[in-house]
């Protein structure tokens, strides 16, 4: 009863570093709680937006928004067209943990990341959150069906700095996830 619970989503806020006032985009949502963790941090003088591919993921984002008492503007579109303004944003959050960008054609998944481009302000950063590679056997059966995950194979990384960002890199590893972080540049 006095125990006090883990924040299971302080990870995935501290990886993102959103703040009060930020305008912010999060493309996909496999997960609402990530999402809702996220958008809540925003406040009343930011904006959060969920652009997501189908109705069960708005569902997700809808609930996920509810639970944390978040205001969530939610859009349902393609990756590859996403329906906001230029230049709107200070971070955008893709969910690639179900595949979202990663199972994309390459010409799709170009769009995809042009489209990240144009949403976000100069300066402005983009943050890819995939699932991590699995250990032992699951990772055996997996890679043979599969491969590694967008995100954890550096395919991620490789492809926001093909289409334009600067400073690339992957933050981090844990919990089974994987982030990846771009700059656009001013």
Avoid: N, W, Y
């Avoid at 709680?33 to 959060?48: D, F, I, Y």
């Amino acid at each position: 009863m006095f125990l006090k619970r883990d924040d299971p989503h302080s990870l995935v806020v501290g990886m993102t570093g959103v703040k009060m006032g930020d305008r912010v985009a999060q493309i996909g949502c496999a997960h609402g709680g990530r999402l809702g963790a996220v958008a809540g941090k925003v406040g009343l003088s930011g904006r959060a937006v969920a652009i997501v591919p189908d109705e069960p993921s708005s569902a997700r984002a809808r609930k996920g928004a509810a639970d944390a008492g978040a205001l969530v503007e939610i859009e349902v579109a393609p990756p590859t067209r996403l329906p906001v303004e230029d230049e709107g944003f200070d971070l955008a959050v893709v969910d690639d943990t179900a595949g979202l960008i990663g199972a994309l054609r390459p010409d799709d998944r170009v769009a995809s990341i042009r489209e990240l481009l144009r949403v976000l302000r100069p300066g402005g950063r983009v943050m890819i959150i995939g699932a991590a590679p699995r250990g032992g056997l699951g990772a055996l059966l997996s890679r043979a069906q599969t491969g590694p995950p967008f995100a954890a194979s550096g395919d991620a990384g490789t492809a926001l700095l093909t289409d334009g960002f600067k400073s690339v890199r992957t933050l981090a590893e844990r919990e089974g996830l994987v982030f990846v972080e771009g700059i656009k540049p001013r």
